[in-house]
């Protein structure tokens, strides 16, 4: 079992902090909880900032015995920014045939993972993703599997072209011109979580514009979406793959997700073997604040599976 040792001390919260963990690749990353603790490593989705994991609900997991790490990805937020560009026709040739020269691939990502925790001198940790950061997990636990206690996987997919498919309704949203600015940014921001948010558990619309105001000014990078894009779209099928972990796994998933549907999170259950999946009736593409107890005792619950 794991040596997690729930608390009821305020959690430490550090700085935001960098790690140089590839040529020219920083992360920015923050820590909460107690350094002998148990570690848990958390990976933001999309365009994401680490702050999309909310600081209550990092709290919240210190508190369950964790010692939690949020960071931001390569070309979001503090991190590092790449600096070549991505055509036109290269996106579309991804989007077609899930073929085409990228700047980086998944693989990269969850190699940033790792290096991160080898910055923190951590052996292996519990590894949680959501939506991109779900494939991120996927990848570290298939590649680096001596380095992942746990795996929980939300919002996410297998990388297999026939499920986990966005709704139709999206397209529009997503490839309309993006306007500059930070309230261009804040008002498409809210536009397209009250497409793709949760309708069961809906969140504060002044929360939802706070967080997007932060977001922008923490750092916004156009063509870094793009890149990280074409990584989700030329990622493997990993299902065959999937089938040879035998770390415990967790698969959570809204019945009401348009960006990734439940297909691709019942898809991973099915292919990991002893997979638990946990399907939430009403929950969309997001980790709403109503969810964050249930989130965090099925992390807890997966996490104690483990060995110590």
Not at 157 to 174: I, M, Y
Not at 243 to 250: D, F, G, H
Not at 255 to 266: E, F, I, N, Q
């Amino acid at each position: 079992m794991s040596s997690r040792r729930p608390t009821t001390e305020a959690p430490a919260v550090s700085e935001e902090l960098f790690a140089p963990v590839a040529e020219q690749v920083e992360l920015c990353y923050q820590t909460f909880g107690d350094p002998d603790a148990e570690p848990l490593l958390l990976v933001m989705g999309l365009s994401g900032p680490m702050t999309w994991w909310d600081e209550a609900f990092c709290e919240q997991l210190a508190s369950a015995g964790f010692y939690a790490v949020r960071y931001d990805n390569r070309d979001t937020g503090r991190s590092s920014r790449y600096r070549s560009s991505v055509r036109g026709d290269q996106l579309v040739r991804a989007f077609l045939t899930g073929r085409a020269d990228a700047p980086y691939s998944m693989s990269d990502l969850a190699g940033d993972a790792v290096a991160l925790l080898d910055h923190l001198g951590i052996d292996s940790a519990h590894v949680v993703g959501v939506s991109m950061g779900g494939m991120i997990a996927q990848t570290v636990a298939l590649e680096h599997p001596s380095r992942v206690r746990s795996l929980t996987s939300i919002s996410s997919t297998t990388g297999r072209r026939t499920v986990g498919w966005q709704h139709p309704s999206l397209l529009p949203r997503l490839i309309a011109p993006r306007k500059a600015g930070r309230d261009a940014y804040v008002q498409s921001s809210l536009a397209m979580w009250s497409l793709i948010g949760s309708a069961g558990f809906p969140s504060d619309p002044d929360s939802l514009r706070t967080r997007a105001r932060d977001t922008f000014d923490r750092g916004i990078s156009a063509s870094g979406v793009v890149r990280q894009m074409l990584a989700i779209l030329t990622q493997p099928d990993r299902t065959a793959r999937l089938r040879s972990l035998r770390m415990p796994a967790l698969v959570i998933h809204g019945t009401a997700d348009k960006m990734v549907h439940v297909s691709g999170g019942r898809s991973t259950a099915a292919a990991i073997p002893g997979a638990e999946l946990l399907l939430i009736d009403g929950m969309g593409h997001d980790l709403p604040a109503k969810l964050f107890d249930t989130f965090v005792d099925a992390i807890a619950r997966t996490a104690d599976r483990a060995g110590g």
